[in-house]
């Protein structure tokens, strides 16, 4: 069927609205029914003292009509994500996906999202999801020592064991699931056991590895430090994006890179084609001319957050006052994500630039990352730097040569899997008992040449 773009509800803000963007909805606001150490989310509730944290079935219906009304491409993406979404219950999706019908014009492609921790995924969930098409995003932190030293139960258990319920329930109806992994102080240094964990042992095929920044001040780093309240169950203290120092549990800047130079070295020799890591897929895009996630584009401001109520934010990152655009029920969401206030926010990402950025390199693929993380100084002690660039400007620089050769091929019109026959030539070339090229210092033999063509 062909599409057929709407008209813009307000001709004056035809010019500078986004034709799509990428809307994550908490319907739960950020009540979870587990107890993160990291999790910055949790902390919003106190945004919203008073209130029961359950979207209405008037917000539920506004926030579709006007999604769909808003996108004027095809695609059109319904993410839910949280706190925890799992805490609505199935029948509010049953809903959600009717809306979803009732409102989608002809000619629209719908792709519904969902992130979850796993922990309540049984037979109903699982079935419901794939009856939907629903894509899962499914939290996990590597092999179980490494997942529970974070992930735990507001008892303070670890909760892999019932994730993994979840993700055999998930497999069993053939849902797809996208893993989603932070890279924190426990896991930092194991990129490739965690690679090979979620490859394995899992059998999963598309990860996703976030890093874990968690932001405090001198005042803050004390009780952050903590888990972010004195005692656990207790309040958090609102998470801002303020402070220069960053929790124990945070990851290094320069390991977050090395992390993923080492996932890259095991994906670039074994897995091309077959396992997709969306880092190395949006990096690859971006040698193509092609920016498809945020933190790395040149610019920003089309992944606002919505809350429980109705409260639209700049970004899930910046879900605190100085950076709410409205309500829904007031404005509609295509005015908010159009208003000057959200395409400054979207803008600065650009325009706030450190000079080492703009000189930097790997500009092009790297952008300067995410401004929540841009908070240290640069080489000329210029203020407003990536805590993380070290470690982003490792990943870029290291994994240069086999981009630029996935690009070639890609353009040829051949495989960019064809990339791991070039490796294995270098792999030859370089011998066994050299150097592992992902920079540990041991023996290539002895590292990532362990399985690798020609190197035993
Ligand atoms: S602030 Fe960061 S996460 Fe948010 S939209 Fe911008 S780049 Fe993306
Ligand atoms: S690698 Fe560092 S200097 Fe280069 S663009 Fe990224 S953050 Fe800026």
Not at 113 to 125: K, R
Not at 154 to 170: A, H, P, S
Request: net charge neutral; hydrophobic share 35%; charged share 20%.
């Amino acid at each position: 069927m062909e599409f057929q773009s709407p008209p813009l509800l307000d001709p004056d803000i035809a010019a500078v609205a986004p034709p799509r963007f990428h809307l994550l909805s908490k319907p739960s606001g950020s009540t979870c029914n587990i107890d993160c150490t990291y999790c910055f989310f949790l902390s919003k509730e106190a945004l919203y003292p008073d209130a029961t944290h359950r979207m209405s079935e008037a917000t539920l219906d506004a926030y579709i009509r006007q999604l769909l009304e808003s996108h004027r491409t095809p695609d059109v993406t319904v993410a839910w994500q949280g706190g925890e979404p799992t805490l609505m219950g199935v029948e509010f999706f049953r809903k959600a996906v009717a809306l979803v019908g009732k409102y989608r014009r002809p000619g629209q492609q719908i792709q519904q999202t969902f992130q979850t921790n796993g922990i309540a995924l049984d037979d109903e969930w699982c079935a419901f999801l794939k009856a939907n098409d629903i894509l899962v995003g499914l939290s996990v932190d590597g092999p179980k020592e490494m997942h529970d030293t974070y992930r735990v139960t507001r008892g303070g258990k670890g909760t892999f064991d019932l994730v993994v319920e979840g993700w055999q329930c998930l497999r069993k109806h053939g849902v797809e699931v996208n893993v989603l992994c932070t890279v924190n102080a426990a896991n930092q240094r194991q990129g490739r056991r965690v690679y090979q964990f979620f490859r394995d042992e899992l059998g999963a095929t598309w990860l996703q590895f976030i890093p874990i920044v968690e932001r405090a001040t001198a005042q803050t780093i004390h009780i952050a430090n903590q888990g972010w309240s004195e005692r656990p169950r207790e309040k958090r203290l609102l998470y801002t994006q303020t402070g220069t120092l960053v929790t124990e549990r945070s990851v290094g800047g320069g390991q977050y890179g090395q992390f993923m130079v080492d996932i890259f070295e095991e994906w670039v020799r074994h897995d091309v084609g077959r396992v997709y890591v969306q880092l190395f897929d949006v990096t690859l895009d971006a040698y193509l001319g092609r920016h498809t996630l945020c933190i790395h584009a040149p610019t920003c401001g089309y992944g606002p957050a919505l809350e429980y109520n109705g409260d639209l934010y700049a970004c899930d990152h910046f879900v605190e006052p100085g950076f709410m655009i409205g309500n829904i029920h007031e404005t509609h969401m295509q005015e908010l994500v159009a208003s000057p206030q959200q395409r400054k926010f979207g803008l600065d990402k650009r325009d706030t630039l450190t000079r080492q950025c703009q000189r930097c390199d790997v500009r092009f693929l790297c952008n300067g990352g995410c401004p929540k993380e841009r908070f240290v100084q640069s080489r000329e002690e210029e203020p407003g730097h990536n805590y993380l660039c070290e470690g982003l400007y490792r990943f870029f620089a290291h994994t240069r040569p086999a981009m630029e050769q996935m690009g070639r091929l890609y353009c040829a019109g051949s495989a960019p899997a064809e990339v791991m026959q070039w490796t294995a030539a270098q792999d030859r070339q370089r011998g066994a008992y050299a150097p592992c090229p992902c920079g540990s210092g041991r023996k290539f033999r002895f590292c990532h040449g362990a399985r690798a063509i020609g190197a035993a």
